[in-house]
């Protein structure tokens, strides 16, 4: 059983910041991915960032030099810092947390996703 749980959505005016915070919990071998997903309403989820074990980051082209994804290892914890935030931010934002079963390039990966935080940006 993995946990996770995201906190820091809100509401917040169009150029505002906002912080999300991630924290995954339970049992947790190699905490191989972490990152953040959001969903809008009408719109399938997509990804926003990602970051890996080994500290890569990915960003979705429409949050480049905006969303800053940090991990902090000791604490099995995400955040993603939110700046300059526009309307079409707005979303549910969730956190995915991907864990591996070994050591072996090819052991099984798990999935484990948050409840999601609301984001809303008003304009």
């Known amino acids: 059983q993995v946990q996770v749980v995201e906190s820091g959505g809100g509401l917040v005016q169009a150029g505002g910041s906002l912080r999300l915070s991630c924290a995954a919990s339970?049992?947790?071998?190699?905490?191989?991915?972490m990152g953040w997903y959001r969903q809008a309403p009408g719109k399938q989820r997509e990804l926003v960032a990602t970051?890996?074990?080994?500290?890569?980051?990915n960003y979705a082209d429409s949050v480049k030099g905006r969303f800053t994804i940090s991990r902090v290892n000791a604490q099995n914890t995400v955040t993603l810092q939110m700046n300059s935030l526009k309307p079409d931010d707005t979303a549910v934002y969730y956190c995915?947390?991907?864990?591996?079963?070994?050591?072996?390039?090819?052991?099984?990966?798990?999935?484990?996703w948050g409840q999601g935080t609301q984001v809303t940006v008003s304009s």
């Open positions: 995915n947390v991907q864990i591996l079963g070994g050591v072996a390039v090819e052991s099984p990966r798990a999935d484990y």
């Open positions: 970051t890996t074990r080994r500290g890569s980051t």
């Open positions: 339970g049992n947790i071998f190699i905490l191989n991915r």
